[in-house]
Every structure is written in structure tokens, then in C-alpha cells.
């Protein structure tokens, strides 16, 4: 990815994409890159930005990683900042920070950078990367680069893959090139996904998907129009609900709060556990209930669902899951996703499984997709008429 060893001069492109499945070694790769840059060309400056600071700062842990381990290149940098924003700088003159490109970008504007790394770009605002992140290179006439898992076929990133603009650079992998993974574990994986999934996540590749359920602009829409973070506060004068998806075997259990109060609903509060007994989520069920006075909080009673519902019943409603009642859930938020009455803060698990579903998802992840379902159907069932009318929910045909 080391595009040049000098901020000025001629160099064989100006953006890098790389494109692989997860787990690849994308972010190690990257933190290695910057680093390299940062000690090899003196006074430069690089950014690493993503869809939320913790996204970005991952890249920057890697860095800090490697410096502990290297006494040599640890005594080439100052002590790191973590405040306003992670940045680190180097005797040589050159600086490392971390930004998010929420909020359109606004902590990016008006900085200058030689290079730019926007990390899980096809999460990004396209509108930022346009607007904003080339222009904070125009100083310098600095470098792209976009790093990403594919997520959506015909995405400003993928677009960009496929022109025939020699001025990028463009590497794939796949994740089974990663020597340090379980290989038989990730083979084993694919009986678990769908192929559409599995090309995306392992193999790396854009796939125009013919069976997503909700649609990638709607779903990033969503969270790009979020400009709070969670958990968020419960308010006197606000309405809220709660959903809650139960884990089975190897599943998580997700609890979604949504604040009903006004259009859009906004996802105030999100737990998402593996392996935890039922006792603790039945804690965790009542806590967020009385926390935020939930005026239904739903959770899935389906099959082990009885259980909990039991220790709970006091505070939530049960739902049991048939073929007709989750076909009514499922359009329901597609309904609300489709015309923007539905937001929450980037949650990249959430975010993945709404990307990936489909209705054939008995080889899918989609404990979120539910609890959320169930959050916004609660919000239809409780909210006053004045809030929701039944328009809000798609007819189901018979």
C-alpha cells in the first residue's frame, strides 16, 4: 500500500483501495502502512477516519501495538494524545491523527493532510469522501486511501474499483489468506451463511445481491442521519419501547430501546450479549424496562423465549414467532427503513445484518434484525394514535 516516499513528486497513483473479506489483516496491514509513512517521509501528516471514532481508532491501537513492542521506533515518537481526537506525533515532524467523518464530516473540515486512510469506506457518507476528505488532500495533492470489506454492489467505492482510472491502485483478498486464522473454523462458516454473505464477508467480492430484504441506501441512511450516541439518557417528556431477540446455541441476545415519541424513531439504547444465563438477561431485560418506563418493552417468547418471559412478565409482552407474524414484523421495518422513520447511531453489527438479510435466513445472523423489528413493533403497538397510524405497517397479504 506504500504509495511514495515523499509527500511531493510524481508517484504511479493517487488512491488505494483495498478490498478484502474480514479478518484479512486489513487494519494491521493499514496501522503498518502509516507507521512506515510517518517515520519515512519527515513532516507529514496523515488522518485515519472511518464511520465513528471507535472505527478509526482501531487502526491507531495497532500502531501504538507495534511501537510497544520495537523499543527502536517507540523512542522515534512522542507520547501519544487522546484528546480531542487520538494523535500522534513523531520527532521527524510527522503527525498521525484519528478523526470521525460523522456529523458530514465536520471534524475533518479545514484540515490539511498528505494522506488519507478512510477505514470500512463503504460505511462512509460517499457525499464526505467527495465533499470533504479530497479536499483536505488539495494542499498537498495528497493520497486516497479507502480500505473496506465489500458491502454494497454499485457503492461510490466499487464504483471507483471498476473504473478504468489508472491512477488507482486496487488489491483483493480473501480471508482464508490470513495464515494466523482458523481455517476449518471460517470453511465451516459457510454452512452458516448464505453464498451472497459468504462471497461479501470471506471472499471479499462486491455481489449484486438479488435477495436483500432491505435496501443499503435506507440502511445507511439510517445511521448517517443519527447525530447522537448511545445509550442515551432517558428523558421525563419522551416515549419509549423496548425489543428484545433471544439467543439459541451459538446466538446473541439483543435488547433495542427505542424512543417513540415523534418521527423518525431513534434507538436510544443497544445490549447485545453471547452466552449469558437467563437470569442475567432477565436482569437486563427489567433494568432497561424501569430505566427508560418503557411503555412495552416485547421480547421473542418462541421455543426457550418461555423461559425468560417467565422471570419477566411482570415488565414485557411475549411474541411468538410464526410465518405470518414475522413476515408482519419484517415489513413493518422495512416500511419504516424505506421511508426514513427509523434512525440509529452506526452499530456495525446491526448495520451488517440489515445489509445481509434476506428472507430465506435460516443461515443467517439476525438477532438484531429482530430485536429492532420488535422494538419498532412495540413502538407501533404503543404509541398514540396521533404518533403512528396504521398506514405505518405494511399490509401482509393473505
Known amino acids: 500500500m506504500l504509495n511514495r516516499l515523499s509527500p511531493a513528486g510524481n508517484r504511479s497513483h493517487d488512491t488505494t ?10 487494519t494491521l496491514v493499514s496501522a503498518i502502512d502509516l507507521l512506515l509513512y510517518a517515520l519515512c517521509v519527515p513532516n507529514s501528516s496523515q488522518c485515519v477516519t472511518s464511520i465513528s471514532l ?13 511501537l510497544e513492542k520495537i523499543p527502536f521506533l517507540q523512542a522515534c515518537a512522542f507520547s501519544p494524545r487522546f484528546s480531542p481526537f487520538p494523535t500522534l506525533q513523531f520527532r521527524n515532524g510527522s503527525t498521525i491523527t484519528i478523526r470521525s ?15 488519507v486512510l478512510v477505514d470500512e469506506a463503504e460505511y462512509v457518507d460517499p457525499a464526505v469522501i467527495q465533499e470533504v476528505v479530497y479536499m483536505s488532500l488539495a494542499d498537498y495533492a495528497g493520497e486516497l486511501i ?3 470489506t465489500p458491502k454494497h454492489f454499485g457503492s461510490y467505492v466499487h464504483r471507483l474499483f471498476q473504473s478504468a482510472d489508472d491512477r488507482i491502485y486496487r488489491q483483493t483478498g480473501s480471508t482464508l489468506d490470513n495464515p494466523f486464522i482458523a481455517r476449518d473454523y471460517i470453511q465451516q462458516l459457510r454452512e452458516r451463511m448464505t453464498d451472497e454473505v459468504w462471497r461479501r464477508e470471506v471472499l471479499g467480492e462486491w455481489v449484486a445481491s ?4 432491505f435496501g443499503f441506501h435506507h440502511i445507511q441512511q439510517a445511521y448517517l ?9 432517558p428523558m421525563r417528556d419522551r416515549r419509549y419501547v423496548a425489543g428484545w431477540d433471544l439467543a439459541r446455541k451459538q446466538d446473541w441476545t439483543v435488547g433495542i430501546v427505542l424512543d417513540v415519541t415523534e418521527r423518525p424513531l431513534r434507538v436510544v439504547d443497544f445490549y447485545r450479549t453471547q452466552q449469558t444465563d437467563w437470569q442475567e438477561i432477565a436482569e437486563q431485560i427489567r433494568y432497561r424496562h424501569h430505566k427508560y418506563r418503557c411503555a412495552t ?16 412478565s411482570d415488565v414485557a409482552r411475549g411474541f411468538t414467532f410464526t410465518a405470518e407474524t414475522k413476515a408482519q414484523l419484517l415489513y413493518n421495518l422495512q416500511v419504516l427503513l424505506q421511508r426514513g422513520d427509523v434512525r440509529f447511531p452506526f452499530q456495525r453489527d446491526l448495520v451488517d445484518e440489515l445489509v445481509n438479510y434476506a428472507l430465506d435466513d435460516k443461515n443467517l445472523q ?19 394514535a396521533h404518533l403512528l397510524s396504521s398506514q405505518d405497517v405494511a399490509v401482509i397479504p393473505r
Do not use: N
Not at 418493552?297 to 419477566?312: E, N, S
Open 101 to 115: 467523518s460523522s456529523g458530514r464530516g465536520k471534524f475533518l473540515r479545514g484540515h490539511s493532510f498528505h494522506r
Open 146 to 148: 479507502l480500505v473496506s
Open 17 to 26: 483501495i483495498l478490498a478484502t473479506g474480514r479478518r484479512w489483516g486489513k
Open 366 to 384: 439476525t438477532d438484531c434484525v429482530m430485536a429492532l423489528a420488535l422494538a419498532c413493533w412495540s413502538g407501533y403497538r404503543a404509541a398514540a
Open 225 to 233: 442521519e443519527a447525530d447522537w450516541t448511545i445509550p442515551e439518557e
Open 54 to 66: 471507535d472505527q478509526a481508532s482501531i487502526s491507531f491501537s495497532y500502531i501504538l501495538s507495534v
Open 210 to 213: 438479488s435477495t436483500a430484504f
Open 297 to 312: 418493552t416485547l421480547i421473542d417468547a418462541t421455543g426457550l423465549g418461555d423461559v425468560v418471559l417467565a422471570m419477566v
